[in-house]
């Protein structure tokens, strides 16, 4: 169920961006290379380390990352 709306979600998206005139198509591209190289990064992970650690990984780095967007848009 879960992977079913995250791909509706995600085609919503698709229909979305494919009709908006404010897109920046190199920044789609390279968004795109690199979702599917850290998907494709994370399921070796996974596979060759520890998902204990993984995931405590995944949670620092998206922590990390969310601060630095608020900080950024308080102050810059």
């Not at 922590?63 to 900080?71: E, T």
């Amino acid at each position: 169920m879960k992977n079913v709306l995250a791909g509706v979600m995600n085609a919503s998206a698709v229909l979305i961006f494919l009709f908006s005139r404010d897109i920046v198509w190199t920044q789609v591209l390279v968004a795109a290379v690199a979702s599917v190289a850290g998907g494709q990064a994370g399921a070796l992970a996974l596979q060759r380390g520890n998902e204990r650690i993984l995931r405590i990984f995944i949670v620092v780095l998206g922590f990390g990352l969310s601060v630095g967007l608020f900080v950024k848009e308080l102050y810059w």
